[in-house]
Each structure stands twice: as structure tokens, then as C-alpha cells.
């Protein structure tokens, strides 16, 4: 279906959009090249026509004035355009070179979260880690959801196992440190949340949110508790305590370590949680009980995985989930049976842990990855470990703690190389940039959110627009960028490699697709605009474990050893809740998206919404009024920020979005310079992780807020200033 060309006619093309999660179906009407609207698809059985800002911006990005189409270079202070041969070489050499000076170690490689919405990246980037050999592999899977992997892979025996929420049969849906009215849903592909929540009301169902802020989705909650930052361990392990204490638990026949869990939360009892997070023992009982009673879905996100007991968190939902009988059933939380199952075939590994470690901290690797947090040190002079990075489609400058750290520690690598479309915060270090297609330019079949999706569907969206002559795809430049390393290193690749490296994504999941059980080809999908309709989640358990026992393992030590850490901190946490200490959390906004797309007027204009959130009470007691400049001091930096009183967060809580403050020199984003704000990860502390998966801690970072000495710029503007370290 190639659009008509000619000027008058206007022809409709549907695709998937990538910017987040709920991977929507879009309707996209163009007159000749020219889009002239872009709505959601009504027909699309997943998305069923819903579309957000983001969605419509699509067409800014690929109109965007600053996005690199060809190679550039570094010649002194300027970036200077080159072809694509010279461009692939020089990257090797690079790469290549400090390899042959310090070993294969000394490079690193960062893959940012766009990689997971680019079908070219997961077929084809992913090679280039596995070509380059060195342990420094890092990601914002560990600024995100490490935590979740961790604990699938303890209790399901795969990292990738990861139970969704069934909103569209569930009674009671209990969401806890998300806000999918802002995020649209992560690690739970659920576009269209707002009408799926009005669909669960008129049913007679019931939301209840828990989070420090009185969110978005909060806003629309029937039940909304405030809980103190990083404390929801103790909330969740007393709602297990609870199920198990009052008889309420009915767990599968293959659910195994029912006793042990008894033993191990008997201590976490609601009055203990209402101690240290503010949330009412009394409620605890009565949601337990809800839970018990009959189908619910709980699903925690980032505010309980980038915290200090993110494992634990997400350890007691699967367990509240398992023991209730809510895992696995319809109204629960379920598995997806998707077309290309990247679970059950083999393409995702089931997860490993601890084959390396950090040469600093020794922080254990993760299938595959180190946690990002130890990039900085393990950059650090007068012997770094790390000596040259490539970064693809990520900003770990604006993205990771202490980026301001690690953005001086980028700046004074031997090689930085990068494939990303922006001269952003992080890739403005480069010495070369190799920049892919748009989302526009290129086929998509999403092979992760068809996992993670409230039903299963399948489809396939082709490039709208051909890419230029002068562009590369993403999986073309990891091709060659493999050849080209490949050739140095004298090391031959296998057959296999060499035969995938060399197919197209669109071929691998057509290939895919045919071996597949669903009887589906991408010609079949480009047939079925917006996708085929493959029904509601099934049970799936035990068949879908790809242990031996096929048991759902309830205590797996890895995870039970870390309860010991949260009993230590009890005290402290305590004597916190009673304290006029405050907590940084972040928060999501629907028209950001992490540290990009502030280059689009449609996206940026209107009320600012950088600023620091605090309560008016909180305000009082430090002499601050609102709308004044304040320094924000954390343990690793200080920054100056607007502040904007509102009780929507609760006493003790200041909220700061993250992915802003582009003010850096050399940023080539000619908008989002002007877009005020500040960086929250000048202010997280790369010292403080999980314990168990070495995931960021993001949320929950003390801070002391101050009336701002003038510093004789406009209000809001970026001051990091390292104040330790
Ligand atoms: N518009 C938009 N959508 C996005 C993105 C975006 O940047 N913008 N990013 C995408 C990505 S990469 C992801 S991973 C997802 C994330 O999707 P979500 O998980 O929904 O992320 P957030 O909106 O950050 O929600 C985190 C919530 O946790 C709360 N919180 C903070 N600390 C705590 C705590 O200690 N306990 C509890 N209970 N809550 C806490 C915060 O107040 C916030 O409401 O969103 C995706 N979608
Ligand atoms: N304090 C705090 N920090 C956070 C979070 C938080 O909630 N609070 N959230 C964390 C989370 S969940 C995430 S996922 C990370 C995100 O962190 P990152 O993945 O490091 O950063 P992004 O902001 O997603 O930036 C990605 C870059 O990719 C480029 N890009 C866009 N599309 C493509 C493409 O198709 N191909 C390539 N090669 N490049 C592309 C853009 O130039 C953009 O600059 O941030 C994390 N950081
Ligand atoms: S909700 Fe997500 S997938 Fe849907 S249009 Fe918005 S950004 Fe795109
Ligand atoms: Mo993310």
C-alpha cells in the first residue's frame, strides 16, 4: 500500500508509535510526503485509536532541523559532516585502538532505552557488545527495571517472565509508585489507560494508588495513600504478612515455599510498616483482604524499582500475587502469548548474575550488564578501567546518577563514539556520531511490548517514508560498525552471526514470524493495517517456566538474603517519618520523554513544569515562599530550581522531573536550550543502589532545600555545582 503521489491526493497509512511503551497504532494521512494529521487508529485491536502529544510529535522529529541525517566528526570544538565510509572506519579505529592499547575491557558500551523500540537495534546493536568483548556493557535497564528481571528470574527462572496486569478483567487494580496517566504504562503495555480505567469502573471495579505524590493517576484513583519514599517494602511485605496470617492464602498447586515465606515476613506487620511509610496499618489489613478476595492486579513501577529496596518491593507483589491466586488468572496478573515469543524461543537469555563484577565496587553483572552507576568510577583517573565508550540511543549525562560527574568523565575519555540522531548532553563528547533513521524512516515490529501487552496482537508497521540516500538504518550501521571491527581484531565471525548480521530486521521477523505458532509473515500483517488480533492473555502456567520443576519458587535466597538490609534500616526509617528531612522523588510528565523531544515546540510550550514540587508546610518551616529560586543540596551536588508550592506531595517530599537541564555547552538542540529547568541526576548519588541488583536508587534521595542566593541568572537556570567526590 505505497502512498499515491501527486499534490491533491491524500492517502492513510497506519503505523506503531515508538516513543513509549503502549507501542500505539497510529493513522497517519499524508498528501504527497507532507503529513498532514496523525490520529489515533480506532480499528487497531490493541490501541483501539487511542494517541498522546508524544504521538503527534512524531512528525516534529522528522522535520526536526536539528536531528543528524549523515556522519559528523570532531574538528577541534566543531562537528563537521563526513561520509558514511569514513565515518564507520574512523569509529572502529577508535574503538579498535583503545582495545589494542588497554585491553578489551577499556570499552565501554551504553545502550539507552530507545534501543528497546528499534527493531534494528535489538536485531542488530545488540552484536556490537558481543563483538567489542569487554565487561563494561551497561544500559538504563539498571536506571529502570533491573529490579523486575532479578526477581522473574529468581522466582520464574526467567529474567523475561514478567506478569502484566489484566486490566481489562480485573476488579481491583492496585497500582503502586506509577503513573500511567503521565507514562502510559511501563513493563505493562497498556495504551488507552484512561478508557480501560473508566471501562474497570463502569464494571464495578476499583483503583487504588499508593505514592508519595498525588499523581495524575492518582487524581483519577477511588483510593489514593501517600507513602513515604522508599519504605514500600515494608508496606507490601505486611500485606503478604496479612494474607498469610489471616488464612487468606490460595496459591496454585504450583507454588512452592508457602512455609518459608510465612517465616520470613512474619515480622513485617502492618504496624510496623505504618511506622516507617505513613500508610494507615488499617489500610494495609483492608487491601490485603481486597486482594485476597477475589481478582486484582498489583503492579509496582519505577518509584519501587529505582529505590532502595526495589527487589523486595517487587518480590512481595509477585509473591502477594502468587499466594492470592491472582497470578496467571484472568483479572490477575498474566503472561502474554505473543507471535514472535522471544521468551520461550530462546532470543532473550533466561538471565545470569555475578559471572563479573565492577573492579571498584564489585558490584555484580546481570545478564550480561553491569549496573550503570559504577560508570563513572570505573572512569575514573589515575588507572580508569574505562577508556573509551560508545553510547547508542542513550544520554547517561542527563539519564544516570551523577551525571555531572560522569559527564566530566565522558569529556576526558580517549574515544567517545556514539550512534544517536542528536548532539545531546552526553554525545556532544563524541568524536564521531553515526546518526540512524527516524522512527518514520524505518519498519517496526515491536518485539518487546507484543511481550508485555494487555492482549495479544501482532503487528507490523512499515517505514512511511523511504530514507534518504544519504541515511543509514540503525541495523546497517551496527552491521557495518561489526564488519568493520571485526576486520581489525582479526577475529572471524561465526556463520550464524555472520548470516543474521546480514539479514534485515524485516526478514528476521518474517523468519520469526513463519517458525512462529501463530501462522503469521510480515506480508500477512502488512495486509492487516493496525495488526491481527490474537485474544485476551491465557493462563499460561506452569507449561511457560522453563525450569526442570516448573514451580513458581516463592523464597529464592538471592532475593530473602536482602530482608536482613531492610530490618537494619527499620530504625532509621522510622526516626525519618517523624523528621523534617526531605526525600527527592522524580515525576513523569505526558508530554516529556526521558531526556529527549524537548526539541519540539508542541511539547515544550505552554506552563513550565520543570520545577522543584514541595508542600506548603515544608515551605513555611525554611522561610521559602513559592516561586522563588532554591538550591537543592543532595550528598553529591547542588543545583538551583524554581520551586512551586503545591500538597500534592506530601509533607516531608520534593519532586523534580528528570531529563531537563539541556544547558550544556555544545548541545546542539537548538529549542530545548531553551526549555528551563535542571537535571535531577546532577543530584542522585551513584554511592547509593539496590543491593541486590545494583539498580539505581532515584527516588528517596535526601536532600535540604534552601532560599537560593541570587546568582544573577534568570530564575530556574541550571547551576551544578559537585559539592563532594
Ligand atoms: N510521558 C512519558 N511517558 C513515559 C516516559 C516519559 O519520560 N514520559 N518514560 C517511559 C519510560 S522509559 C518508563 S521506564 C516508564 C515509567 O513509567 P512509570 O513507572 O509510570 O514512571 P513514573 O511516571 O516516573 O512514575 C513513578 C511514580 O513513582 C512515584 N514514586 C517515587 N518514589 C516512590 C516511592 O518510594 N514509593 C512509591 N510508591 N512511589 C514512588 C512517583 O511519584 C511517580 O508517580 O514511562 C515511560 N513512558
Ligand atoms: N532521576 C531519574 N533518572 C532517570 C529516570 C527517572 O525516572 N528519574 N528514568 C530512567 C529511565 S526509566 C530510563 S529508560 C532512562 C533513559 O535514559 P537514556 O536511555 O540514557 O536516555 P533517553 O533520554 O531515553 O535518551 C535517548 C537518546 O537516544 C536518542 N535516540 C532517539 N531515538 C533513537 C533511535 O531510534 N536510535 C538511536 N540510536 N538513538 C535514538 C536521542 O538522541 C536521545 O538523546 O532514564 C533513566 N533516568
Ligand atoms: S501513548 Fe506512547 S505509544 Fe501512544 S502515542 Fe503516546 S507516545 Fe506514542
Ligand atoms: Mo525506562
Redesign the pocket.
Known amino acids: 500500500m505505497a502512498p499515491r503521489e501527486g499534490d491533491d491526493a491524500t492517502t492513510t497509512r497506519h503505523i506503531t508509535c ?1 516513543l513509549c511503551e503502549a507501542m500505539c497504532g497510529l493513522e497517519v494521512s499524508l498528501r504527497g510526503q507532507e503529513i498532514v494529521g496523525i490520529k489515533g487508529h480506532a480499528a487497531d485491536p490493541l490501541s483501539r485509536g487511542h494517541i498522546c502529544p508524544k504521538g503527534v510529535a512524531l512528525q516534529d522529529l522528522h522535520t526536526d532541523p536539528d536531528r543528524l541525517r549523515r556522519p559528523v566528526k570532531r574538528v577541534g570544538g566543531e562537528f563537521v559532516e563526513i561520509g558514511w565510509d569514513e565515518a564507520i572506519e574512523l569509529a572502529a579505529d577508535l574503538l579498535h585502538g583503545v582495545q589494542a592499547r588497554h585491553g578489551r575491557d577499556a570499552v565501554a558500551t ?6 528497546v ?2 527493531t534494528g ?1 535489538l536485531t542488530h ?1 545488540t552484536m556490537i557488545p558481543r563483538t567489542l568483548r569487554s565487561r563494561y556493557v551497561f ?2 535497564t539498571s ?3 533491573l529490579p523486575h528481571h532479578v526477581v522473574a528470574w529468581a522466582m520464574f527462572g526467567h529474567q523475561f517472565l514478567l506478569p502484566v496486569p489484566d486490566i481489562d478483567r480485573t476488579r481491583l487494580l492496585v497500582l503502586v509508585g506509577t503513573n500511567p496517566m503521565a507514562s502510559n504504562g ?1 513493563l505493562w503495555t497498556v495504551p488507552d489507560f484512561p478508557g480501560r480505567l473508566r471501562e474497570l469502573r463502569s464494571r464495578g471495579g476499583r483503583l487504588v494508588v499508593i505514592d508519595p505524590r498525588r499523581t495524575e493517576t492518582a487524581a483519577v484513583a477511588d483510593e489514593h495513600h501517600f507513602v513515604r519514599p522508599g519504605t514500600d517494602a515494608a508496606v507490601l511485605l505486611a500485606l503478604v504478612h496479612v494474607v498469610l496470617a489471616e488464612g487468606l492464602a490460595r496459591p496454585a498447586p504450583w507454588v512452592s515455599g508457602i512455609d518459608d515465606l510465612r517465616l520470613a515476613v512474619a515480622d513485617f506487620t502492618p504496624e510496623v510498616a505504618e511506622e516507617v511509610s505513613d500508610v494507615p496499618a488499617d489500610t494495609i489489613r483492608g487491601l490485603a483482604r481486597d486482594v485476597a478476595a477475589g481478582s486484582a492486579a498489583v503492579h509496582g513501577r ?1 518509584g519501587v524499582s ?1 529505590q532502595e529496596f526495589g527487589v523486595l518491593c517487587q518480590w512481595a507483589i509477585q509473591c502477594l500475587m502468587a499466594i492470592t491466586g491472582n497470578l496467571d488468572r484472568p483479572g490477575g496478573t498474566m503472561f502474554t502469548t505473543p507471535a514472535i515469543d522471544i521468551v520461550g524461543r530462546g532470543l532473550v537469555g533466561r538471565g545470569h548474575r555475578g559471572r563479573t563484577h565492577s573492579a571498584v565496587r564489585g558490584l555484580p553483572e546481570f545478564g550480561g550488564e553491569l549496573p550503570v552507576s559504577v560508570m563513572a568510577e570505573e572512569m575514573e583517573p589515575p588507572l580508569p578501567a574505562i577508556r573509551a565508550l560508545l ?6 549525562v ?4 551523577a551525571g555531572g560527574r560522569l559527564d566530566e568523565r565522558i569529556a576526558a575519555l580517549e574515544a567517545v563514539v556514539a ?4 548532539v ?1 548532553e ?2 556532544r563528547h563524541a568524536h564521531v556520531i553515526l ?5 518514520l524512516e ?1 519498519d517496526h515490529y515491536d518485539l518487546i511490548f507484543h511481550t508485555l501487552a494487555v492482549r495479544n496482537t501482532a503487528r507490523w508497521s512499515p517505514a512511511l517514508f523511504p530514507r534518504g540516500k544519504d541515511q543509514r538504518h ?1 541495523w546497517e550501521i551496527a552491521r557495518d560498525l561489526v564488519l568493520a571491527l571485526s576486520r581489525r581484531s582479526g577475529r572471524r565471525l561465526g556463520w550464524r552471526r555472520a548470516v543474521r548480521l546480514r539479514a534485515s530486521p524485516r526478514l528476521t521477523v518474517d523468519v520469526l514470524l513463519r517458525s512462529g505458532r501463530r501462522g503469521l509473515s510480515v506480508r500477512r500483517l502488512a495486509r492487516t493495517p493496525g495488526g491481527v488480533d490474537l485474544g485476551p492473555l491465557e493462563p499460561r502456567l506452569p507449561d511457560r517456566l522453563p525450569t526442570r520443576d516448573k514451580v513458581v519458587v516463592l523464597t529464592p535466597a538471592v532475593v530473602t538474603d536482602g530482608l536482613a538490609a531492610l530490618r537494619a534500616r527499620l530504625p532509621e526509617l522510622r526516626d525519618a517519618a517523624g523528621s523534617d528531612d526531605l526525600l527527592l522523588i ?3 510528565h505526558q508530554r516529556d ?4 523531544m524537548h526539541n519540539t515546540d508542541r511539547l515544550t510550550r505552554g506552563r513550565p513544569r520543570h520545577q522543584l514540587l514541595m508542600h506548603p508546610d515544608d515551605l513555611a518551616v525554611r522561610g521559602i515562599t513559592d516561586g522563588s529560586l532554591v538550591t537543592v543540596t543532595s550528598d553529591v551536588s547542588s543545583v538551583q530550581v524554581e520551586v512551586r508550592a503545591t500538597d500534592d506531595v506530601m509533607r516531608g517530599v520534593v519532586s ?4 531537563y537541564g539541556h544547558r550544556r555547552p555544545g548541545v546542539r538542540l537548538s529549542r530545548a536550550v531553551e526549555v528551563p529547568g535542571v537535571s ?2 546532577d543530584l ?1 548519588d551513584p554511592s547509593r543502589v539496590e543491593g541486590v541488583s545494583g539498580n ?1 536508587v ?2 528517596g534521595i535526601p536532600v535540604v532545600v534552601a532560599p537560593a542566593v541570587a546568582i544573577g541568572e534568570p530564575d530556574s537556570v541550571a547551576k551544578a555545582t559537585p559539592t563532594t567526590g
Open positions: 515508538v551504553y545502550l539507552g532505552n530507545p534501543n523500540h528499534s537495534a546493536v544500559s538504563a536506571v529502570d527495571q511501563s519505577m529505582t553510547t547508542v540511543g542513550g544520554n547517561p542527563s539519564s544516570t546518577p550512534i544517536d540522531p542528536y545531546n552526553t554525545t546518526p540512524p533513521t527516524g522512527p524505518r540503525e522524580g515525576r513523569r520523554n526521558n531526556s529527549w523534580l522531573p528528570h531529563g535531577m541526576n542522585t539505581a532515584l527516588n
